[in-house]
């Protein structure tokens, strides 16, 4: 009770009544043309069935609905995260195995 009588705490309570809250703003939504435009690269470069498991010609590309596009599209994303997951611990234990007093030293294969 004591709390409620301080000053100092009403004038906190005062000022956190009158800011505006933090509410976050709007996100926009996903920009799905530039999300086609990407997943026509992937037809493209013929990589599309290794990426997300389906093979995908450009007419189908264009005419796929938002929801399709978006579909696809994460799977492309789980595609390049998990390939950069892959590279990016393959460099660290490269980089490892290469230090000065590293016991578990990989040897290269010699070329006979």
């Known amino acids: ?9 009403a004038e906190v309570v005062a000022l956190l009544e009158s800011e505006p809250a ?44 938002d929801k399709d596009v978006m579909k696809h599209y994460k799977r492309y994303e789980t595609y390049v995260g998990a390939k950069t997951t892959e590279t990016l611990i393959e460099a660290f234990f490269d980089n490892q195995s290469t230090q000065p007093g590293c016991k578990n030293k990989r040897r290269r294969r010699s070329a006979e």
């Open 1 to 9: 009770m004591a709390e409620q009588n301080d000053p100092a705490m």
């Open 22 to 65: 933090n509410a976050p703003a709007a996100v926009p939504g996903p920009d799905i043309p530039a999300l086609r435009e990407q997943l026509a690269i992937l037809v493209s470069t013929g990589k599309c069935k290794e990426a997300i498991g389906v093979n995908l010609a450009h007419d189908q590309v264009k005419r796929s609905d």
